[in-house]
Structure formats: C-alpha cells, structure tokens
C-alpha cells in the first residue's frame, strides 16, 4: 500500500446503498466520507467520530439483525467487504476477486452475503459466515449485474447490466440457483439502465431507471407487480420503500409519492440529483446531494402527510469541490459555489472560509504563507490574507479583473520559500505573468499562449521549471508549449491525442522532469533539456470510460500521481513503469491534486465535495 487516507475533510460522499440512520438517536446518521464511515450529528451540526472503514470508497452499508444481535455489513469499490457490530466494531473483512462492488445482500437467516461487482466481466460473489463470524468466499457466479437480492427461499434476485451497444433497449431481470449460478427464471423490460433498488418489509423490490421508468416486483413469487413512468425530471439515483409507498426524488425539487401505480403526493426538496435517501426514526426524512447532509421533518395532518418542512442540513463545499493547494499542514481548496475554506491536516472541522461571487476552479497558496490567490471564472482574481482573523463567510472583493482575457483556469507561483511572480492561464487561452510586492500585483506580460481570436483554446495548466527561468502551458488544443519568463515561446510539445489536462514539472530523484496528461488517458514524460518524449504511462487498463484530469510528480522522488475523471488515484514509479497504487478515492470527478513537499502528503478534490489528505509510504525512496 503506496497511500493511506490519514484525513478526509467534507460531509459524505454517499451512492448507492451507502447510509445507515442510527435507530436510537432521531438527528444521527452514519455515512461514507471517502473510504472512512463517518457519523454526523444534523442538529448538533456536529461529527461526531469517524473511522477507517476500507482502503478505497466506501460503496455499500447494509444491516440484518442475526442470532449473535444487530450486524453491520460494508463493502468498497475495491471489493473489500467487512462485518462490523452495532457500534462499529470490526469483526471480520474480506478482499474479493472483483472491483467495482456496489450491491450487497443478507439472506433471511442472515448466515450469507451476496455481494455483486461489475468490472472484468463482473460476478456474484457469495460469502459465508461462520459460527465464529469469520467471512469465507463460498462461490463466485460469473455474470455483469447492477443489483442483487437474496429472496425468501434462498435464491438470487438479480438485475442485469444493460448492454449498451444493443439496438434493443431492455433490462433484463431473473431468478438465479446460487448453487450454480443457472437461471430458474427470467424476464425483460423495456427500456434499460438500472439506477437505484430499494426493498420493502414485504419482500417486494422497486427497481427505478433510466427515463423515470419505476418496476416493482415481487421477490416470493418473481412476478412483476405493476410499472409506472414516475413524472418529473432527473434520474432517481436512490428509492424510499415502505410498505406500499414508494418515495420517487427528481432533479427540479420534486418528490414523488407513489402507491401501487400513482403518485398520490408532491413533496418539496432541495433542487438537485438526490444520491441518497432514507426515512427517519421519526417524521423525518434524511437526504444528500452535492455535498449536504440534510434532515427534512413531514408535516402531517389527519395522519396523513402532507409536506416537508425545513429541519437541518450540514455542507462545506457545495457544487464541486475545484482547485486544492497546501502549506505546512495547511490545506485550501475551493468549488463552483465560490467558497474558499481552510482545513489544518489533522482537523476536520475548516479554519476558515471566505465567499467570493463566482465559481473558482483554482486555488493557489503563495509559499512563504502569506496568503492565497484565488481565480474566479469570471475573470476576477482575488487575494485572500493569511493573518487576517474572523474572516468566516466573508466575501472578498477583487484586486484586479482579467474579463477580456477569459475566466482563470489555472495559477501557479514560482518556486522558492519567497516567491514573487504568478503564472495564469485563462479560458480563452492567454497566459499572464504578474509580480506581487508590497501587497499588489503588477503586470509582467500578458499573451494568448494557445488557439487565436477566431478559435480560442482554453490554458488547463500552467507550471514553472526548477529554475523559474521557463514556463509550460497545457492546453485544450492537445498541445504543450514552453516559454521564458518574458513570454518568448521556445518549444511545442505534440502527441497527446486529445486535450492536455495537466502540466507539472519537477527535480525528481534523478533528473528533472516534465511531465504532461490528457484526456486521451496517458502521461507524457519529457526531457526538459531538449523537450524529447522520455516515456508514456497510460490508465486504459481501468474497464470504463474516462479522462485524466490532474497530475502531480514527487519533489525529490521518483513517483507520479494522476486522478481521473470518475474519482480514481494512480501512482506510479515513472522510472520502472510499474503502478504502485491505483483506486476509486472519489465518488466524482477529481477536481485537484497536489503533492506536499514539505510533509510529503497527496491532496486530492473532487465534484462529490470531498477532500482527501493521504499519507505517502516512503519506502520507495530507497529502491
């Protein structure tokens, strides 16, 4: 193991089946942060304690009351699985031969666990627990599955991947014998794409997909019981089944109240994708999106309810986290709701937090710690002290506006302890150079560096060399380009096949490096005297489609990291090409990645709201 998550910062990073309500406290949920299990106090506004719940995301939390009391089961993305007590204590965990595990299953008596995965083909592994409840591997069923549940009598009921290149559009569902893995019974559906199953106290289960598209079958006798095109907009990414009533989210602040065929009641929610929902122990309804925990109480009239009203919530960062930076043990990031905040390393809790009037997507802490330069979207860029106190919630203002050269896309200082000059890159490719002294900012150059006025390439990255004597841009345009600090372009860089995400460029254990990502999936490493093609890493071994969206080498090291648009962390020893580390740390995409050289720590952010610190393993050092 290269990394270690040593702190997660941020609310939950719940999918899927991934929340647990805590039974004897009515404002207690548990939920995933990132691999860690996280319990949170809504109206203490509180976390209350967190533990490591798995080495990569937490995926699945499910609950069956058995002969020994109330057990808690997880799995991870990686398919570690594990069985916890009531209060969270490990009993035993597994590793699984699969990845991408997303569904899991007690059986009634509770003796045995289904668990379905997708990758590599993707398989039903089947666990048993023994009398001393140690997990053993019992039977892998080879098959690509979205869902599985175990039924009354012991037999799969499993949901079927849809195939996304067939012209028919179907999703097929069937009863499976886990002896062998052969089909007692099955069915198609029209339409296809399985997005969220809940499961009721009656042994019946909701299936919803894509198109709203809500199927309700009966797991006793396979039947399906009736269909419904649920009205609304958005994908129900998660289902409340109780009873007879089904509880159906939607993207416009819509929820749904279905019994049998019909909706039978609108409730008002917050605006957004819901990812996860649950009733409550009381009148109350937990939910999460971009980044909130929220708590809503139903308002009930005659016994019946008849809305929602306002209880509590929990954010930090909201509409995607974008842009992370750190010094010492310091962290900042920042997202599209235009909060700036502050974590310390080893406190969940921010520091600080500051409010600026548009999206940021770059973040950059000036390295004696003097303070943070922030750019805005709109083109304004802002200057945010580091000895100020008191400065939650507060709003900045501008210190000077680049709105005919684009939105800011990227900043990066000079090397050094007292750094003088920022580069900035803009969305219609120009790049800038500016001097701060004395507390301002002065103007060096300002050029477009990529595309022209008639076909503008957005700067995705900028860095300096070892020496601050030079310059790299990544841009849009699949191409990198080297500069001197006036401005004169001295080298384009080509062969990426697809936008260049990310530049860095480093003294590494060696040698000095240039390195370069993109979206056609590979790291580019280049000889930073003549600019040569040195070597080429990909990430096309991952079995889904995906981008790299940043990439940062190890000052004074031999290794490089990268993260990817669906929420993964590679890391590789650049010099003998072997993968050291590779993980779904993020349940969005990876928004900001950045190696500590003074602590040695890897930062990463991503649109889930999330924010990673991972201890790095320095026994590679002396390889």
Same mark, same amino acid.
């Given at each position: 193991? !290269?990394?270690?998550?040593?702190?997660?910062?941020?609310?939950?990073?719940?999918?899927?089946?991934?929340?647990?309500?805590? #039974?004897?406290?009515?404002?207690?949920?548990?939920?995933?942060?990132?691999?860690?299990?996280?319990?949170?106090?809504?109206?203490?506004?509180?976390?209350?304690?967190?533990?490591?719940?798995?080495?990569?995301?937490?995926?699945? /939390? &499910?609950?069956? #009351?058995?002969?020994?009391?109330?057990?808690?089961?997880?799995?991870?993305?990686?398919? #570690?699985?594990?069985?916890?007590?009531?209060?969270?204590?490990?009993?035993?965990?597994?590793?699984?031969?699969?990845?991408?595990?997303?569904?899991?299953?007690?059986?009634?008596?509770?003796?045995?666990?289904?668990?379905?995965?997708?990758?590599?083909?993707?398989?039903?592994?089947?666990?048993?627990?023994?009398?001393?409840?140690?997990?053993?591997?019992?039977?892998?069923?080879?098959?690509?599955?979205?869902?599985?549940?175990?039924?009354?009598?012991?037999?799969?009921?499993?949901?079927?991947?849809?195939?996304?290149?067939?012209?028919?559009?179907?999703?097929?569902?069937?009863?499976?014998?886990? @002896?062998?893995?052969?089909?007692?019974?099955?069915?198609?559906?029209?339409?296809?794409?399985?997005?969220?199953?809940?499961?009721?106290?009656?042994?019946?289960?909701?299936?919803?997909?894509?198109?709203?598209?809500?199927?309700?079958?009966?797991?006793?006798?396979?039947?399906?019981?009736?269909?419904?095109? !649920?009205?609304?907009?958005?994908?129900?990414?998660?289902?409340?089944?109780?009873?007879?009533?089904?509880?159906?989210?939607?993207?416009?602040?819509?929820?749904?109240?279905?019994?049998?065929?019909?909706?039978?009641?609108?409730?008002?929610?917050?605006?957004?994708?819901?990812?996860?929902?649950?009733?409550?122990?009381?009148?109350?309804?937990?939910? +999460?999106?971009?980044?909130?925990?929220?708590?809503?109480?139903?308002?009930? =009239?005659?016994?019946?309810?008849?809305?929602?009203?306002?209880?509590?919530?929990?954010?930090?960062?909201?509409?995607?986290?974008?842009?992370? $930076?750190?010094?010492?043990?310091?962290?900042?990031?920042?997202?599209?709701?235009?909060?700036?905040?502050?974590?310390?390393?080893?406190?969940?809790?921010?520091?600080?937090?500051?409010?600026?009037?548009?999206?940021?997507?770059?973040?950059?802490?000036?390295?004696?710690?003097?303070?943070?330069?922030?750019?805005?979207?709109?083109?304004?860029?802002?200057?945010?002290?580091?000895?100020? #106190?008191?400065?939650?919630?507060?709003?900045?203002?501008?210190?000077?506006?680049?709105?005919?050269?684009?939105?800011?896309?990227?900043?990066?200082?000079?090397?050094?302890?007292?750094?003088?000059?920022?580069?900035?890159?803009?969305?219609?490719?120009?790049?800038?150079?500016?001097?701060?002294?004395?507390?301002?900012?002065?103007?060096?150059?300002?050029?477009?560096?990529?595309?022209?006025?008639?076909?503008?390439? =957005?700067?995705?990255?900028?860095?300096?060399?070892?020496?601050?004597?030079?310059?790299?841009?990544?841009? =849009?345009?699949?191409?990198?380009?080297?500069?001197?600090?006036?401005?004169?372009?001295?080298?384009?860089?080509?062969?990426? +096949?697809?936008?260049?995400?990310?530049?860095?460029?480093?003294? +590494?254990?060696?040698?000095?490096?240039?390195?370069?990502?993109?979206? *056609?999936? @590979?790291?580019?490493?280049? $000889?930073?005297?003549?600019?040569?093609?040195?070597?080429?890493?990909?990430?096309?071994?991952?079995?889904?489609?995906?981008? &790299?969206?940043?990439?940062?080498?190890?000052?004074?090291?031999?290794?490089?990291?990268?993260?990817?648009?669906?929420?993964?962390?590679? !890391?590789? *020893?650049?010099?003998?090409?072997?993968?050291?580390?590779?993980?779904? /740390?993020?349940?969005?995409?990876?928004?900001?990645?950045?190696?500590?050289?003074?602590?040695?720590?890897?930062?990463?952010?991503?649109?889930?709201?999330?924010?990673?610190?991972?201890? !790095?393993?320095?026994?590679?050092?002396?390889?």
């Amino acid at each position: 193991m !290269v990394l270690s998550v040593s702190s997660s910062f941020g609310v939950s990073t719940s999918r899927y089946n991934s929340c647990l309500i805590v #039974e004897t406290e009515p404002f207690q949920i548990d939920v995933p942060l990132g691999c860690l299990i996280t319990r949170w106090d809504v109206k203490l506004q509180k976390r209350l304690w967190s533990i490591k719940g798995h080495t990569d995301l937490v995926t699945c /939390m &499910i609950r069956k #009351e058995t002969k020994q009391g109330w057990r808690r089961l997880t799995t991870s993305h990686g398919g #570690e699985v594990a069985l916890w007590t009531s209060d969270w204590k490990k009993i035993s965990q597994i590793q699984l031969p699969c990845k991408k595990a997303l569904s899991a299953s007690f059986t009634k008596d509770g003796s045995r666990i289904a668990v379905a995965s997708e990758f590599f083909g993707g398989k039903i592994c089947i666990i048993r627990i023994d009398a001393s409840e140690q997990l053993h591997l019992e039977k892998e069923l080879i098959g690509e599955y979205d869902a599985v549940e175990w039924t009354p009598d012991d037999q799969l009921f499993v949901v079927h991947a849809s195939d996304s290149k067939a012209k028919i559009h179907q999703t097929q569902v069937s009863l499976i014998d886990p @002896s062998d893995g052969s089909t007692i019974n099955h069915t198609f559906l029209d339409g296809r794409g399985m997005v969220a199953l809940a499961r009721n106290e009656n042994d019946m289960v909701a299936i919803a997909r894509m198109g709203r598209l809500l199927d309700v079958f009966n797991l006793k006798t396979f039947q399906l019981e009736w269909s419904l095109k !649920v009205p609304g907009s958005g994908t129900m990414h998660c289902l409340v089944f109780s009873q007879d009533e089904i509880l159906c989210p939607g993207d416009n602040g819509q929820l749904s109240l279905v019994k049998r065929d019909k909706v039978i009641s609108t409730f008002k929610i917050p605006s957004g994708s819901v990812d996860f929902m649950s009733r409550g122990v009381d009148q109350g309804l937990w939910l +999460t999106n971009a980044g909130n925990l929220i708590y809503l109480n139903f308002q009930v =009239e005659n016994q019946v309810e008849s809305g929602l009203e306002e209880g509590y919530d929990i954010s930090y960062h909201v509409m995607t986290c974008c842009g992370a $930076d750190s010094h010492g043990n310091k962290i900042v990031t920042g997202d599209f709701g235009g909060n700036v905040i502050l974590w310390d390393y080893e406190n969940h809790r921010p520091l600080r937090q500051c409010h600026v009037p548009t999206s940021v997507r770059s973040v950059a802490w000036e390295s004696s710690g003097k303070g943070v330069v922030i750019g805005g979207l709109d083109g304004d860029l802002y200057w945010w002290e580091n000895q100020l #106190e008191n400065q939650l919630e507060n709003q900045l203002e501008p210190i000077f506006k680049l709105k005919e050269q684009g939105g800011i896309t990227c900043l990066r200082w000079e090397h050094g302890e007292n750094p003088t000059k920022i580069a900035i890159g803009t969305t219609q490719g120009f790049l800038s150079i500016y001097t701060f002294q004395d507390g301002d900012f002065k103007l060096n150059f300002s050029q477009r560096a990529h595309g022209n006025s008639d076909s503008q390439m =957005e700067v995705w990255s900028v860095c300096w060399s070892p020496d601050n004597l030079r310059l790299a841009t990544a841009s =849009e345009d699949f191409n990198l380009k080297i500069w001197d600090s006036h401005g004169k372009q001295l080298a384009l860089l080509e062969g990426h +096949t697809a936008a260049v995400t990310c530049v860095d460029w480093r003294l +590494t254990f060696q040698v000095e490096i240039l390195a370069s990502c993109s979206d *056609d999936r @590979s790291i580019r490493l280049w $000889d930073s005297k003549n600019f040569q093609l040195i070597k080429i890493l990909d990430t096309h071994h991952l079995p889904e489609w995906h981008t &790299i969206t940043y990439m940062a080498l190890e000052d004074g090291g031999r290794r490089i990291a990268c993260s990817t648009q669906n929420g993964y962390i590679f !890391v590789w *020893d650049f010099e003998s090409g072997k993968i050291l580390f590779s993980e779904k /740390m993020h349940s969005g995409s990876v928004e900001g990645l950045q190696w500590n050289k003074k602590l040695g720590f890897l930062v990463s952010c991503a649109s889930d709201c999330s924010v990673n610190v991972y201890a !790095v393993d320095q026994l590679v050092h002396k390889l």
